[in-house]
């Protein structure tokens, strides 16, 4: 069955340095997404992204945040100079058409020390 | 915007017994239900999904409800295994196009041996 991977599953990093989350979506799929869930919360939606662009943004994504298809198959979560609220699992999804259940990665989990 | 409740946070059920678990979604406008299962390490992973013009839908062990005119919607295991241990979160979306998803809390679902 066809997955959507997502590298690395666990990231540690320094307050203020910069990240980058790596997933692939299934090949034919056209719509793709960014959901973060900090530990013990909800899970939440950071963006959506359609035909090279972004569709739909959260409050939380603002300018620290930029996603990025760079090469038809990979689609990445670029965090600027993280925070330790920046600590969280990051889930990439991805689907076929606008009628279609999401498929989820296994998740990066980021950690900020 | 959308607010989605769920209860309980945590259920713990015989195994064999039902477990049922139930959501309440804020908007009216909402049309789109699916239920996700997330195991230790995983990625959540969908397992049933309803939309509006739909009462009831069933897939083996597993059904789910939604009563639009309550806004409210619950998922029904039957016959429950070992297995279905895991977090299950509901969500609630517009359905369309790339609108994004909101969570419910998750309820750890035990199943005693």
């Known amino acids: 069955e066809p997955e959507v991977t997502q590298t690395p599953s666990h990231q540690v990093t320094q307050m203020g340095q910069e990240v980058i989350l790596r997933c692939v979506p299934i090949s034919n799929h056209l719509y793709f997404y960014w959901y973060r869930q900090i530990l013990g919360q909800k899970v939440e939606f950071l963006v959506s992204f359609y035909n090279n662009e972004i569709s739909e943004k959260s409050e939380i994504f603002d300018d620290q945040f930029s996603v990025e298809r760079p090469d038809g198959s990979n689609f990445t979560l670029k965090i600027r100079s993280t925070k330790l609220e920046d600590s969280a699992m990051y889930f990439c999804a991805s689907k076929v058409g606008t009628g279609d259940g999401y498929t989820f990665g296994s998740g990066t989990r980021l950690t900020v020390v | 915007g959308e607010n989605v409740e769920q209860h309980p946070s945590t259920l713990s059920v015989q195994e064999g017994d039902s477990a049922v678990i139930k959501c309440t979604y804020s908007?009216?406008?909402?049309?789109?239900f699916p239920w996700y299962k997330q195991e230790l390490g995983k990625g959540p992973q969908l397992i049933i999904d309803i939309r509006s013009n739909v009462g009831e839908k069933k897939d083996q062990r597993i059904a789910v409800t939604l009563n639009k005119t309550a806004k409210h919607f619950s998922l029904h295991i039957t016959e429950t295994q070992p297995e279905d241990s895991a977090v299950y979160f509901c969500a609630a979306s517009l359905g369309d196009s790339n609108y994004q998803l909101i969570w419910g809390a998750g309820t750890k679902l035990i199943i005693k041996p």
């Open positions: 908007d009216s406008a909402s049309n789109y």
